[in-house]
Nanobody, 124 residues
Framework: QVQLQESGGGSVQAGGSLRLSCVAS????????MGWFRQTPGKEREGVAL????????YYGDSVKGRFTISQDTPKNTVYLQMNTLKPEDTALYYC?????????????????WGRGTQVTVSS
């Protein structure tokens, strides 16, 4: 069983930066696919970034490419999402997700474990 806890959300002006953290309790190894997703009311959940916990095969949503970076701190069982040049359209509830089975591929949405989310609000 894996539990995920996000933190680091908040309110920021457009052009600013935030770094989200996702701490995993339980065993996470380099075969785990770790992802960040976001959702706003009335819209479908959107994939933001994902990769293997070992750092391989990072994929990004088109709307965040070049601005967001996913990374990990293996000893801390933590995944980060560095968000730069934030825009008002980045405002959403951001979720962390983990999955041990199957491949980590662009567009994957099926994950066994989800955090409860952290809110990011970007004002213009």
């Amino acid at each position: 069983q894996v539990q995920l806890q996000e933190s680091g959300g908040g309110s920021v002006q457009a052009g600013g930066s935030l770094r989200l953290s996702c701490v995993a309790s339980g065993y996470i190894d380099s075969d785990y696919c770790m992802g960040w997703f976001r959702q706003t009311p009335g819209k479908e959940r959107e994939g933001v970034a994902l990769f293997y916990f070992g750092g391989k095969n990072a994929y990004y949503g088109d709307s965040v490419k070049g601005r967001f970076t996913i990374s990990q701190d293996t000893p801390k069982n933590t995944v980060y999402l560095q968000m730069n040049t934030l825009k008002p359209e980045d405002t959403a509830l951001y979720y962390c997700a983990a999955e041990r089975r199957g491949l980590c591929y662009e567009g994957r949405t099926e994950f066994a474990y989800w955090g409860r989310g952290t809110q990011v609000t970007v004002s213009s």
